[in-house]
Each structure stands twice: as structure tokens, then as C-alpha cells.
């Protein structure tokens, strides 16, 4: 019997499912269990944690709570479980007023396993110091200089890189002042090393109790089974209640704040200054107010009909800021709306645009049709199909904070009161007046500050001076016998974790793969399929241009891009875009290149247009006016996205270093990556400088209209197929209309496969060894091979070595030790590529030296049987892990179009669930030497050792490109 008691029921078509929310009598605890026939069940403990301080402290618990704990005492059980279970999804996330540790897995006895580990992590952890000092923050002395290592510490300084990070903190203090969303819950580096073990005991103390936690469940299961276990495991464990947190409050305030918030800033974007207004629209537990609010999002900043962005597009300076939009994240809801790409004298030009056309939209009653048009996007958002892991996520935030819950999930009802509200005349235009009038309103220059970064350097270093210049002698004995016990620690044997941790084996595990749709062998021809969609209807057309020239690749790109942003059939892109909100919900083009298994590789364009079911007759007007009458024609219209597209590229271009280095190597390595650097990787800066050029001049966009015109030509001749998805009889309609609307395709036979030599050229003889220098306070540091594909009998082996080698010597050697955010390695079996890498890592020579430590260390170091089964079970969990809709079609289209049959999918199953520690040493000495390796890296400063890599600064290359005026 449990002793939990059912407070509420509620049945809801929208997710399928029966919610039951349960309360313990005795702790206060809640459990939310979601039943659904999803296979895929899904746990989540949620905790409010409200830190006041940005030290980092509810960031660093979530890291220590996953280092070990009563009932098992590793020194990493969540990472030791990662590779002792089928799950599907495994994290715990720390958000500014909440923490929560979710997973999920098909496997029942796998979720009981995981739920234990959980629960013991969360309510008894060890929270070990040494434990502290590595995760945390500790002091080093290396070369007897000191200074402060700690994978929350490096993990935050690679995120304070981003100026995003600090526009969205920055704007939050003002809006949000004194509560908790006010600081940084990620950790602020100068502030975590303030940070100490007995604040996060206190913390742990003060939030993670019973009477705070909510335990949410999804999927087939007995919810008292469930509560059984929590009660045995942790609530028996407990005598007192505790009054539950209060939601977060924030300080009221009214009228108008005007604030000026600096950003870090490259010399390619220290021009781009932006200007943000936000306002304050009332509390977030009330979803009749999310919803209203949600509607006039799409009224103000909507493609088609959204009139403050179209007033921003047609403006002649600036562009949309990124950060706008509506945030429900905190408990007030909050609206964002940003000019970037701004010169100082721009900004009262700005603020006066964005003024004026609130009064104007105010007083401008709005077509009902557009209103109706954004209450069905909404319930097309509601109606997406979400992993269940994913649903739970989302409605722990209503959970923490003691709403509702089976209200707060009944967005039919919130949605059809919505629907009766936009027929009051006036119902809009009040709501946007408030804007005008009583709502509190933040008005922030957002300033690029070259010295920002540099700034904190200097603070950060001041710190670590003043501390080694009045250091004792006494003091630097206890640093480094602190370093000695940590290293020790870290080194120490652990226990038998079969003693000790549950886990699935791989004789537990299914030998047969799970089957895809029956798309194969005949990939290549239309298809209409019947899957559970919740009532949405999915078109797709997928075109073929793997015959296009190199030259055209970045062009087909652009066209992707730009396209469904122009005029069509005739009509303006401002009246085109309404056009297409009135018929379905939403439209996109991607040209994307698929790697083929035996070397080759595919380049195709997809347009997808997803609609109600009940509005899907939209769906083939749109693809065709799109299609087959795209506007080139509109020079403004162009020359603004152009620059839009150029000026966003720079501001976060020191951003995209990793990506940038990355793909320097793997284009050794793979034909499709030789087409993602052609479009996106160091070669696009040349292309980017050329469009900020045809800018420059007065007729310049002539050449670029006459080259969309080009490859859009190309496009329409080139091998297409048509994908429709549905419930019920949808799909073969949606099929039949899209074939009428688009005419007979230019082949209907299959493209035949392009030779690696032809599709991404050929690769550049010799290694490659590039740095790509960018401002950062940290590294990211890469080595690639080129091995065997899946088809090959080396390939299972592969797979199976990346895992080890992850778990069993990167994770400690870059993570534990180095300090690195990240270590992993990993085996692409599409593209015959191994990888090693390290992710916001404090170093970058001893990171190369240990990876190639790692690999000798392999050939001679014991492994036990239980470390192979845990390698072999990581593999297999990621092989076909349960997907339902959409997803399960573009799974199968994606493995027939990369040549995988259901032959080779089961023999590299068997292969991996056989794999020998010989096996795993062979195919590492014969297709991993050192000397083969490709090695990149994302720098962060220039005074390091680049352990011989060839380092070009990114901006330096901008410059080169044209791109410095930008």
C-alpha cells in the first residue's frame, strides 16, 4: 500500500494521457504521474533551489550530488550509470529557481535501477570536499604560480565568452531585481571562488527535503509501485515536515527604468549596439495571461502580420534582435523586444520606431482572421509531439513553484477561452496600450565593450596575485597537500561496482534491431505513412542536388535561408507571409549534406510545411507559391536580410571558434564535411566578405538576384520526393494535393550515389593541425581519424572502443584531473571518423599529450569484463532508441539515403554485443596511431603552448574576408 493520496485527476487528449497528481501525508512530498502508452517511461525529481548569491552554489550541488552517495559510494555513479543502463536520456539541469534530475528508459527493469540511483544521489549524497574541490573550484600552484582550476569554474568561464549569456543576465537584474533571477545560478567566475563546502552542505540542508521535492512520472506504469519505492528509500528516512519554499518574488516596480548593460565584444562586432525594451506582464501562474500573452508575441513580432517586426525589417537601419520574444521561464512573464546592429546615434531612432508603432498597432483593430490564425499556432505548439523525458521537464517549473498542475496542463480549455476572448472588440489593442502606459518597462542600451572580457581577466588574476603575494608558507603546504589528496582521490581503486551499482548486461539486451518504416530498398520515391502525429500533418519535399557544382554549394545555402523570408505568388513578402500564417503553422527549407556509408555523400534541400490536420489542404498552396513563385526581384527586401545575415555572423563568430576548427578536420576525413565547411566553415568568411561587398555597391545585388535565380532553377530540375505524414487517412490526401500543386517530378528514378572524389572534393594531402584563435577564457581541443565505416568488420569494434575510451581514461584524465567541462570520444560509423575532444578545458598541449596517453595506456592497461559490458551497452542504448511521429520517418529516410540496410544494421548490432578487449586494442593500434591523427583547436588566448598546431586569428581572417566594416 502507499501512502500516497490522490488530490486530483484529469483526463487531457491533447498529450493522450491521464494525469494523477498524488500527496505524501506525512512529508508534503508530491508525485505527478502521467500515464500514456509511451514506451519510453520517464522519472524526474524536481527541487526549488533559490540562491541569492551568483557563487554558483545550486550549479555546483547539481555536480556533486552525481559523485557518490550512501547507498553507492563511487566516485561517479551517474557517469558509471550512463554506461550500465538502456536509458534514452540521462541529466540533471540547474535552472535559476529550480534543479531537476530527470531520465528515461524502455526498459522497466532499467528504470527501477535508475530511480534508485537517483533518489540516493539527490536526499543522501556524500558531498565529499574532495569531492568540492574537484568540481567546484580549488587553488593550484603549478610551476609555483597559483592559480584556481574546477569543472564548474571552467565550464563557466567558457559560457561568460558568450555576450548572449551576459545580455540575458544583465536584463534580468534590472527587470527582476532582488530575487533570485536577479544572479547567475550557473555561477559567476569571479564569484564561485567565494563559494564554500559548508555553504553547499547548508544549501543541500535547507532545499532538498521531501516536503520541498515533486517526483514526476511518465509513461505505463503502477504510480504505486513508484511511490512504494520513494517511501522506502527516502521518505522513511525522514520525521519532520517543512513548510514548502514560496515561489521566487521579485521587488515591485513601476513606470520606467532606462539602464545601460555591457556586453563582451570582438573588433568584428564592438559597432553592434542594440537596444532592448522589456516589460513586465503579470504572473506567470496565471495561463489564461500566459496565453494572452503568448498571442500578442505573435501580433507584435510574428513573420506575416507581426507588426513591430515588420516596422524593424522595413526601418532601413538595424535588424530584429535575437533576444526577442516572450520568457514564461521566471514567475513573471516577461516581453523582449530588441534593435541590434546599431550605431549610438541610432538608438533614439530606435526606442521613438518601437514607440511608434505600439501607439499605431494600439489603435489598429486587427483583422479576426490573424488573431484566429495565432490561437491555432498556439495549439500547434501544444499538439507537437514531445519526448515524455522533455514534458516533464517543462512542467516541473509549474511544479516547484506549487501551481496547479492539472490546470496549468489544460490548454484545450486556456486555448478555447482564448478563442472566445479575441471576439471583444478591443480585446488586442488593450493589451498592447499597456505596453504604452502602466506596465513596468525597461528601456537598455546594450553596449559592446571590447575590454569586457580583458576586464575580467585582470579582476580574476588580481585575485589569484594578491592571494600567492600574502601566502604563507603554512598556506602553500596545505594547497599542494590538497592537491596531493585530491590527485589521490581521484586515483584511488573504487569499489566492485557490481557490489555496488545495478545495471543491465548485454545478455539482457534485445539482439534483433528495432525495425524502421518500411521505407527501404525504394528510399528514393514518395511515400505517404500513417503515424501517431497528435493530429498534426507533416509535408515534406526533398530535393536532390548532389550533382550541383562546388561553386554553388554556399549558394543553395543561402537560397535555404532567404527564401521562405521573401514575396511569393505575386505578393509582397509582408502580404505573403500573412498569407501563409492564415493557411498553415509553419514553413522551413534546409540544405543539409548526408554522409553515405561508403564514402560518398548527398547534398539536399528539404522543405517542410506542418500544419493542424484540419488545415492541412494549406499545405500545398504554400509549398507551391514558395516553389515555383519565389520573389527575387525585391532589392530592399534582400539587402536587408543580406545584412541582417552578415551582422549576425559576426557578432557571434568568436562564438562559432570550436565548430570552425572542427570542421578543418573532419573535412579530412568525411565528403559530407567537406560540404559543411564549404558552406559554414572557415572558406564561408570569403563568401560572407563577397555578399558585404555586392552590398557596398549600388547595383551590386544584381549578381547575387541573378545567382538565387541560378541555383533556384537548379532546385526545380533537380530529383525530388514527397513525404507526408498523418493520422489516419491524412497523409495519402496531403499527398495526392501536394502532387496536383507541384506538378510531375523532373525523374522519378533514385539520384545514383556521387563518389566522394566528386561530392566535397578531395581532401588536402598531409595532417591537418589548426588553431583557430578567438577570445576566451578557455580551450576546445579536437583529434580526428579517418577508420572504416559501418559495413566493415573492424567497424562494431569501433564503436565500442570510443565508449571505453571515454569512460575508462578521457573523462578522468580531461575531466577529473584537467579540469575540462567535457571529454568524450566518440565513433561516426556513417562517415568513418574517430574522434577525441575536450570542451571548455583550461588546457590544450596537456590535453593533446593526454589523449595520446590515453591511447597507449589502452594496450596495456587492465580492463575488467564489467567495463567492456558497460562500452558494448553504450553503444547499443544509442543505436535505435524508441522515437514516435515524424521522427520515426526521418530515422528511416536518414538510413536508407546513407545506404545502411536492415542486413548491416543487425550485423553490427551482433558484432558490438561481441566485441573482446582484443578486439578493442587491435583496431586501435592499426586504425588510431598518433601520427594519423588530425588535431584542431579553438583557443582561447595566444600566449599558450599550441602544441604545434598552425593558429590563425578569426577575426584577423574576418578582416581579410572584407568583413571588418560590416
Not at 483526463?11 to 508534503?28: D, I, M, N, R
Not at 597537500?481 to 585530491?486: E, N, V
Amino acid at each position: 500500500m502507499s501512502s500516497f493520496t490522490a488530490i486530483g485527476t484529469q483526463h487531457y487528449p491533447a498529450l493522450q494521457a491521464q494525469v494523477t497528481v498524488y500527496q505524501h501525508a506525512a512529508s508534503g512530498a508530491r508525485h505527478v504521474h502521467i500515464a500514456t502508452y509511451d514506451e519510453d517511461r520517464a522519472f524526474l525529481i524536481a527541487f526549488p533551489t533559490l540562491p541569492l548569491v551568483g557563487d554558483g552554489r545550486a550549479h555546483v550541488l547539481e555536480h556533486l550530488l552525481l559523485c557518490g552517495s550512501r547507498r553507492y559510494p563511487v566516485r561517479d555513479p551517474f557517469f558509471s550509470m550512463m554506461s550500465r543502463s538502456l536509458s534514452t536520456f540521462m541529466n540533471a539541469m540547474t535552472y535559476p529557481d529550480r534543479t531537476v534530475y530527470p531520465f528515461s528508459t524502455p526498459d522497466r527493469t532499467d528504470y527501477f535501477n535508475l530511480m534508485d540511483v537517483y533518489l540516493d544521489a539527490t536526499f543522501f549524497p556524500r558531498l565529499d570536499p574532495l569531492d568540492f574541490r574537484q568540481e567546484a573550484w580549488r587553488p593550484v600552484l603549478e610551476g609555483g604560480q597559483l592559480q584556481l582550476q574546477g569543472v564548474v569554474l571552467n565550464e563557466m568561464k567558457g559560457n561568460y565568452a558568450d555576450p548572449g549569456r551576459h545580455l540575458y543576465l544583465g536584463l534580468n537584474r534590472e527587470l527582476l531585481p532582488g530575487s533570485t533571477y536577479a544572479v547567475d545560478s550557473g555561477g559567476d567566475p569571479l564569484q564561485i571562488p567565494g563559494l564554500t563546502h559548508a555553504d553547499l552542505v547548508a544549501f543541500h540542508a535547507e532545499h532538498y527535503h521531501p516536503s520541498q521535492a515533486v517526483f514526476m512520472t511518465w509513461g505505463d506504469m503502477d504510480p504505486a509501485e513508484v511511490q512504494q519505492r520513494i517511501e522506502r528509500q527516502v521518505l522513511s528516512a525522514f520525521a519532520d515536515r517543512r513548510a514548502p519554499i514560496p515561489a521566487p518574488t521579485v521587488q515591485p516596480w513601476s513606470g520606467l527604468r532606462e539602464v545601460v548593460i555591457d556586453v563582451p565584444a570582438t573588433p568584428a562586432s564592438q559597432h553592434d549596439h542594440r537596444l532592448q525594451m522589456a516589460w513586465r506582464l503579470g504572473s506567470e501562474a496565471d495561463l489564461d495571461a500566459v496565453m494572452r500573452a503568448r498571442l500578442l508575441e505573435t501580433v507584435l513580432l510574428a513573420q506575416g502580420g507581426g507588426m513591430l517586426r515588420e516596422a524593424i525589417e522595413a526601418a532601413g537601419f538595424g535588424r530584429l534582435s535575437d533576444h526577442t520574444g516572450l520568457d514564461a521561464s521566471t514567475t513573471e512573464i516577461l516581453l523582449h523586444v530588441g534593435m541590434a546592429g546599431l550605431e549610438p546615434a541610432q538608438l533614439a531612432d530606435a526606442r521613438r520606431l518601437i514607440t511608434r508603432t505600439l501607439e499605431i498597432a494600439a489603435a489598429t483593430p486587427l483583422p479576426p482572421e490573424l488573431l484566429q490564425a495565432g490561437v491555432r499556432e498556439l495549439r500547434f505548439a501544444e499538439r507537437r509531439n514531445v519526448k515524455g523525458v522533455q514534458r516533464l521537464i517543462g512542467l516541473a517549473q509549474a511544479a516547484v513553484r506549487h501551481q496547479d498542475l492539472l490546470a496549468v496542463l489544460d490548454t484545450d480549455a486556456a486555448l478555447a477561452r482564448l478563442e472566445q476572448a479575441i471576439t471583444e472588440p478591443g480585446f488586442v489593442q488593450r493589451q498592447i496600450q499597456a505596453l504604452l502606459g502602466p506596465l513596468p518597462t525597461l528601456v537598455a542600451h546594450i553596449r559592446p565593450e571590447l575590454q569586457f572580457l580583458a576586464r575580467r581577466d585582470e579582476a580574476a588574476e588580481r585575485f589569484t596575485q594578491d592571494w600567492q603575494a600574502r601566502m604563507t608558507a603554512d598556506e602553500r603546504a596545505t594547497i599542494e597537500a590538497d592537491s596531493a589528496r585530491l590527485a589521490s582521490h581521484q586515483n584511488a581503486e573504487q569499489p566492485d561496482l557490481d557490489a555496488v551499482m545495478p545495471r543491465i548486461q548485454p545478455a539482457d539486451v534485445e539482439r534483433q534491431a528495432r525495425p524502421l518504416l518500411p521505407l527501404a530498398p525504394a528510399v528514393w520515391q514518395d511515400h505517404a505513412l500513417s503515424l501517431p502525429t497528435n493530429g498534426l500533418s507533416h509535408g515534406l519535399v526533398k530535393f536532390d542536388l548532389s550533382a550541383a557544382p562546388e561553386a554553388d554549394w554556399p549558394w543553395l545555402d543561402l537560397l535555404a535561408e532567404l527564401l521562405p523570408q521573401l514575396g511569393a505568388n505575386g505578393m509582397s513578402h509582408q502580404a505573403a507571409a500573412t498569407w501563409r500564417r492564415l493557411r498553415v503553422a509553419q514553413m522551413r527549407l534546409q540544405a543539409s549534406a548526408l554522409q553515405v556509408i561508403d564514402g560518398s555523400a548527398r547534398l539536399e534541400v528539404t522543405l517542410q510545411i506542418d500544419a493542424l490536420r484540419e488545415e492541412q489542404a494549406g499545405i500545398p498552396e504554400v509549398a507551391a507559391a514558395w516553389l515555383q513563385a519565389p520573389d527575387f526581384d525585391d532589392t530592399e527586401r534582400l539587402r536587408y536580410l543580406l545584412q541582417e545575415r552578415l551582422q549576425s555572423r559576426l557578432a557571434n563568430l568568436a562564438d562559432e571558434a570550436p565548430q570552425l576548427a572542427m570542421a578543418e578536420a573532419r573535412a579530412q576525413a568525411q565528403a559530407s564535411a567537406r560540404i559543411e565547411r564549404a558552406v559554414h566553415g572557415l572558406p564561408s568568411l570569403a563568401f560572407e566578405g563577397q555578399l558585404q561587398q555586392a552590398l557596398a555597391q549600388p547595383e551590386g545585388l544584381q549578381p547575387v538576384q541573378a545567382a538565387l535565380r541560378r541555383v533556384h532553377a537548379l532546385l526545380l530540375r533537380s530529383p525530388r520526393v514527397l513525404l507526408c505524414a498523418g493520422i489516419e487517412g491524412d497523409a495519402a490526401r496531403l499527398l495526392d494535393g501536394l502532387s496536383t500543386c507541384l506538378g510531375p517530378a523532373p525523374t522519378a528514378a533514385a539520384p545514383a550515389a556521387t563518389p566522394a572524389t566528386t561530392l566535397g572534393g578531395q581532401p588536402a594531402p598531409g595532417q591537418v593541425t589548426q588553431g583557430v584563435l578567438a577570445p576566451a577564457q578557455v580551450n576546445h581541443c579536437s583529434a580526428l581519424w579517418s577508420v572504416p565505416a559501418l559495413g566493415h568488420a573492424d567497424a562494431p569494434a569501433l564503436a565500442v572502443l570510443a565508449q571505453l575510451l571515454q569512460q575508462q581514461l578521457l573523462h578522468p584524465l580531461l575531466r577529473e584531473q584537467g579540469g575540462a567541462y567535457g571529454a568524450h570520444a566518440a565513433y561516426d560509423a556513417a562517415g568513418g571518423v574517430f574522434l577525441c575532444a575536450s570542451m571548455s578545458d583550461p588546457r590544450l598541449a596537456a590535453t593533446f599529450a593526454d589523449m595520446q596517453t590515453a591511447l597507449d595506456e589502452l594496450q596495456t592497461r587492465e580492463f575488467t569484463p564489467v567495463m567492456l559490458d558497460e562500452a558494448i551497452l553504450s553503444v547499443i542504448k544509442r543505436l535505435d532508441p524508441p522515437v514516435r511521429g515524424l521522427a520515426q520517418l526521418a530515422k528511416a529516410w536518414h538510413a536508407g539515403r546513407a545506404g545502411v540496410t536492415d542486413a548491416q544494421r543487425a550485423a553490427f548490432r551482433l558484432g558490438v554485443l561481441g566485441c573482446s578487449l582484443d578486439d578493442l586494442r587491435r583496431v586501435a593500434r592499426q586504425h588510431l596511431p598518433w601520427s594519423a591523427a588530425h588535431r584542431a583547436a579553438a583557443l582561447g588566448w595566444p600566449d599558450q603552448d599550441s602544441a604545434g598546431l598552425q593558429v590563425l586569428d578569426l577575426m584577423q581572417r574576418a578582416r581579410e574576408a572584407g568583413l571588418a566594416t560590416a
